[in-house]
């Protein structure tokens, strides 16, 4: 579906003469948010669009410039340079002084205006040197510098920085689907991309073939089914652990490549022709459990690593542990060729969020973000309402002693041979 955002109105070059320079350049900073969300580029159409929108006056004012050619940072330049010497300092401060407190504005919006008023007054910093000394604002500290103890997951970092580079792929391993052949293929049109998003088409799909991820040229996949690990299965199994680390499998299906057998299942249409995947990718059906399945099987054997899906933890119940458990996967990730995203790594934690729950010595709670969520939700107002609550109280349902009685009233109003009525008791056992 095509972007669609709300036309400009033409620049008001009349009203508050004293202001044109900070009008123009708040209407300046507008139209290059529309420019940007309706995703037009190239200097000719810029410009054009700029002195189009701005109005007749200000194309008039345009053509009295010496500017040429079809820059359009030269021409909001020139037409800037133009403005901003209108704008009347005296008249800003004078603004800025009369702005009171509107009945019905909040103190935040009032103070957000007061903020936007001051930026056009041109004023300084008044908190000088003296006088954040004698507020107590300044406090000179002599220190002597020593150096930064490393800690082993900082070293593995720095030796392995193969380990962060590109997407890798799974040595030795192929991903071969299962095919239904009784299911009749689909196959959709063409969708023709439009023009201005062709360029971002091509760059993604080449990223996309420089990576290995596709080549030149679904509901018949069969699902298949592997034991998937379950929260509980890692609650048991980081049980006594103190130091925790969690690495991000970089794009994580388009590490397991696909078995040519099996590539022509996901060959999609482009404007510059037929791709296909060469690697896995989202939308298999089976993807969710192969992908899991391989992860498991490439990393079995190691003490205190674990993954679901694309998250792999390392545990241990102290630091040394932890060390010696994260080297070997390390040591592992780069004999199978798998690689990792710095960005979301987070190592020695005593305290480690994962999958909705806080792991720390002290054992396994709910994540606070997701109690909150719970106790705002608005009250149900239908079945399906009732319903959507109970599965995310569901979530902390192992630290509510008794859960099932407390919850019992409200999964009664989910039945169909029981009446909707939500009235003050009901209401009670939802803010149990």
């Given at each position: 579906m095509a972007a669609h955002a709300s036309p400009l109105p033409p620049f008001d070059l009349e009203s508050e003469p004293g202001s044109v320079g900070p009008r123009w350049t708040k209407?300046?900073?507008?139209?290059?948010?529309?420019?940007?969300?309706?995703?037009?580029?190239?200097?000719?159409?810029?410009?054009?669009?700029?002195?189009?929108?701005?109005?007749?006056?200000?194309?008039?004012?345009?053509?009295?410039?010496?500017a040429e050619g079809d820059k359009y940072a030269d021409t909001k330049q020139k037409l800037s340079a133009y403005f901003t010497p209108k704008k009347n300092v005296q008249y800003q401060v004078y603004l800025?002084?009369?702005?009171?407190?509107?009945?019905?504005?909040?103190?935040?919006?009032?103070?957000?205006?007061?903020?936007?008023?001051?930026?056009?007054?041109?004023?300084?910093?008044?908190?000088?040197?003296?006088?954040?000394?004698?507020?107590?604002?300044?406090?000179?500290?002599?220190?002597?510098?020593?150096?930064?103890?490393?800690?082993?997951?900082?070293?593995?970092?720095?030796?392995?920085?193969?380990?962060?580079?590109?997407?890798?792929?799974?040595?030795?391993?192929?991903?071969?689907?299962?095919?239904?052949?009784?299911i009749k293929p689909t196959c959709q049109p063409h969708r023709r991309v439009p023009f201005h998003l062709r360029q971002k088409v091509e760059d993604e799909l080449r990223k996309l073939q420089a990576d290995d991820i596709i080549e030149e040229a679904n509901t018949a996949i069969e699902r298949e089914r592997h034991i998937t690990p379950t929260i509980d299965d890692v609650i048991h199994e980081l049980n006594g652990s103190t130091v925790f680390s969690k690495l991000d499998?970089?794009?994580?299906?388009?590490?397991?490549?696909?078995?040519?057998?099996?590539?022509?299942?996901?060959?999609?249409?482009?404007?510059?022709?037929?791709?296909?995947?060469?690697?896995?990718?989202?939308?298999?059906?089976?993807?969710?459990?192969?992908?899991?399945?391989?992860?498991?099987?490439?990393?079995?054997?190691?003490?205190?690593?674990?993954?679901?899906?694309?998250?792999?933890?390392?545990?241990?119940?102290?630091?040394?542990?932890?060390?010696?458990?994260?080297?070997?996967?390390?040591k592992r990730l780069k004999e199978t060729g798998l690689t990792l995203n710095r960005e979301k790594c987070e190592f020695n934690k005593t305290k480690l969020e994962f999958f909705g729950f806080i792991f720390s010595a002290g054992g396994v709670s709910a994540d606070p973000k997701k109690v909150a969520a719970i106790q705002q939700a608005p009250n149900p107002k239908t079945p399906a309402d009732i319903k959507s609550l109970l599965g995310m109280?569901?979530?902390?349902?192992?630290?509510?002693?008794?859960?099932?009685?407390?919850?019992?009233?409200?999964?009664?109003?989910t039945r169909q041979d029981t009446p909707w009525l939500w009235d003050l008791n009901s209401r009670r056992h939802c803010r149990h």
């Open positions: 209407w300046l900073q507008r139209f290059e948010n529309y420019t940007t969300a309706m995703n037009i580029t190239g200097d000719a159409r810029l410009k054009a669009l700029l002195l189009h929108v701005a109005g007749e006056k200000v194309h008039d004012i345009y053509d009295t410039l010496s800025f002084r009369k702005a009171v407190q509107e009945p019905g504005e909040n103190l935040d919006t009032y103070h957000t205006r007061l903020r936007i008023l001051a930026k056009n007054c041109d004023g300084f910093n008044i908190l000088s040197y003296e006088t954040s000394k004698d507020l107590g604002l300044i406090h000179i500290v002599t220190a002597v510098s020593g150096q930064k103890h490393r800690s082993v997951a900082d070293d593995l970092v720095e030796s392995h920085p193969e380990l962060f580079k590109g997407i890798g792929k799974l040595k030795d391993f192929q991903v071969k689907l299962h095919i239904n052949t009784d499998l970089r794009a994580g299906y388009h590490q397991l490549e696909l078995h040519p057998d099996s590539r022509y299942i996901t060959t999609f249409t482009t404007h510059l022709g037929l791709r296909r995947y060469k690697r896995l990718s989202f939308g298999i059906s089976s993807a969710v459990e192969v992908f899991q399945n391989a992860i498991h099987q490439t990393l079995h054997g190691l003490k205190g690593v674990k993954n679901l899906s694309d998250d792999i933890i390392v545990y241990g119940t102290n630091q040394t542990e932890h060390d010696n458990n994260l080297r070997a996967l390390f109280a569901n979530y902390c349902s192992r630290f509510i002693k008794d859960f099932s009685s407390i919850s019992e009233p409200l999964r009664k109003l």
